[in-house]
């Protein structure tokens, strides 16, 4: 995995699994889909609280399985800490999953594929809005 790999966030996932032809495009186009970890379980979770799991759960495991996952480890935790802290210190909180989602980033120098506004209050992270 290299540094400046595009990682997806959880809107941009499921607008792709939905069938955005916008988003395909994108995704098509990139030399490697990388899914933080954080995203799996989101899509994962998801799929199970869907109103036809059995299906879903299927469709997005093929998806998750042809896009590399990296694992997080205690560079993740650290950049975690940090990240929670400063978006404190600034007075603007953003959902705990992007914390770690944002810190995964920002560990492996991805840029990250949202159409979340939250994550332009987290320093140093390269947001594509999708």
């Not at 990139?30 to 109103?51: D, I, K, Q, R």
């Not at 007075?91 to 840029?111: F, M, S, T, V, Y």
């Amino acid at each position: 995995m290299m540094a400046g790999e595009t990682a997806l966030d959880t809107s941009i996932a499921i607008r792709y699994l939905n069938g955005d032809q916008a988003v395909g495009a994108k995704v098509d186009a990139l030399p490697t889909v990388v899914l933080p970890l954080t995203v799996v379980g989101e899509l994962l979770f998801g799929a199970e609280n869907s109103g036809r799991p059995l299906q879903n759960i299927a469709r997005y495991l093929r998806f998750i399985d042809a896009c590399v996952v990296v694992p997080m480890g205690r560079e993740t935790a650290v950049s975690y800490s940090r990240t929670r802290l400063a978006l404190k210190r600034k007075g603007r909180p953003i959902p705990e999953n992007d914390i770690w989602l944002a810190a995964q980033c920002l560990e492996n120098d991805w840029k990250l594929a949202t159409d979340d506004s939250d994550f332009s209050y987290v320093d140093l992270l390269v947001v594509e809005h999708w």
